[in-house]
T-cell receptor
Framework: EAGVAQSPRYKIIEKRQSVAFWCNPI?????LYWYQQILGQGPKLLIQ??????VDDSQLPKDRFSAERLKGVDSTLKIQPAKLEDSAVYLC????WGQGNTGELFFGEGSRLTVL | SQQGEEDPQALSIQEGENATMNCSYK?????LQWYRQNSGRGLVHLIL?????REKHSGRLRVTLDTSKKSSSLLITASRAADTASYFC????????????FGGGTRLMVKP
């Protein structure tokens, strides 16, 4: 089966500019996650969707970050305006937990953002 | 905030040796998972252990879970150079819709 697709793989922008990342989860996976991974650290959950509803977004900086999952499939994560500290890899993952499965996450390759 | 904390942060061993990584966490969990990440890549699921299990094996991997101590360990036996990667534990909370919280990771280097 096809894996989790993310784009773009790399993005370089200047501070105060905006950027958007796209994720296409594994077909049939109801749960979709966006994680932020700063160099040398573990992934930090930004937002979790179940179908097109938000399960948790407590660590999403809502003054500048937004995410949506229209129709419960693809998702986009937007940052506007970007700050230097937003430089990180943005990882998308999906899971079919709750559909009789164990709940392991399948990750995409990530989108690496550099803010100058 | 990160739920799990791995120890050690970095580990360097020779090929053929065993590698042991530890993970401690703070709150109650439904399951604990281990993931591997090669440099510049996404994370790959290795193994999941449920809160009512104490030990699990998968190939050269052995995971233990002690819920009374809120800790887990991952043992990789007979390590290979290809095992060089970062390893992360993640605690699962099914009450929050399978929310996974990751630790800071152990960077393993296996020298040929």
């Amino acid at each position: 089966e096809a894996g989790v697709a993310q784009s773009p793989r790399y993005k370089i922008i200047e501070k105060r500019q905006s950027v958007a990342f796209w994720c296409n989860p594994i077909s049939g996976h109801a749960t979709l996650y966006w994680y932020q991974q700063i160099l040398g650290q573990g992934p930090k959950l930004l937002i979790q969707f179940q179908n097109n509803g938000v399960v948790d977004d407590s660590q999403l900086p809502k003054d500048r970050f937004s995410a949506e999952r229209l129709k419960g499939v693809d998702s986009t994560l937007k940052i506007q305006p970007a700050k230097l500290e937003d430089s990180a890899v943005y990882l998308c993952a999906s899971s079919n937990w709750g559909q009789g499965n164990t709940g392991e996450l399948f990750f995409g390759e990530g989108s690496r953002l550099t803010v100058l | 905030s990160q739920q799990g904390e791995e120890d050690p942060q970095a580990l360097s061993i020779q090929e053929g040796e065993n590698a042991t990584m530890n993970c401690s966490y703070k709150t109650s969990i439904n399951n604990l998972q281990w993931y591997r990440q090669n440099s510049g890549r996404g994370l790959v699921h290795l193994i999941l252990i449920r809160s009512n299990e104490r030990e699990k094996h998968s190939g050269r991997l052995r995971v233990t879970l002690d819920t009374s101590k809120k800790s887990s360990s991952l043992l990789i036996t007979a390590s290979r150079a290809a095992d060089t990667a970062s390893y992360f534990c993640a605690t699962g909370n099914n009450n929050a819709g399978n929310m996974l919280t990751f630790g800071g990771g152990t960077r393993l280097m296996v020298k040929p």
